[in-house]
C-alpha cells in the first residue's frame, strides 16, 4: 500500500490544554501568525498497511503526509508544494524535547511579546500541549526554517509536524513573526 493512497480530514480541535497554550502562544505573534491544525487518516487500515510496508525513513513519512492532496487543500496558506524536493529540513524530536520547545518557544515569544507568566507556567502550559497530542508514542518532526512563503523567514519561524501513532493523527503547528 502506498501513502497516495492515505487521505486525511482535518479535525475539530478541542482538548482545553491544546487552547490553553495556543491562547497564550498567539498573542506573541504579534506581526506574525500561528497556525495549529489536526488531520486523520480517513482509512485507517491504508495508513496502517502504507506504515507496515514503506521504509524508506522519516523523511518521505513526513513529506508524504505534506504531499497529500486532502492535506495540501486544507493547508491552502502554507501553500505546500505537490511534490517536495526532499523534506523540508528537521531534527527529530522526542515528546520531551518538544515539550521543551515549546516552553522556549512561550517564554521568547515573538518579536516584539515575551510572555507574560512564569517559566513554571510555560512548562506547564507545554507539558499539557505535548500529552494533549499523544506523549507517549509520538513521531515529532521540529522544522526551523522557513519551508515556505507562509513564513517570514525571520528568527521567530518554528514548525512542529507530530504523528500520534496512539490517536492515529497527524497535528501541525507553525509560528511566524517579524520586526
Known sequence: MLWSKVHYSEQPVTDPRLNAYLSELTPLYVNGRVLFRCFQPTDSAAFQAASRHDLRGLDHLLTSFLSAPTVRLALTELQLPSKFKGSPPFHYYSAFEMEGALTVALLRGGAYKRFAGSEDEARRLARGFVSAI?????????????????????????????????QLKWWVLCMTDTD
Open 134 to 166: 499523544g506523549h507517549d508514542y509520538a513521531e515529532v518532526f521540529k522544522i526551523t526554517a522557513a519551508w515556505t512563503d507562509w513564513f517570514y523567514d525571520v528568527a521567530w519561524d518554528s514548525s512542529f509536524v507530530v504523528l500520534s501513532q496512539q
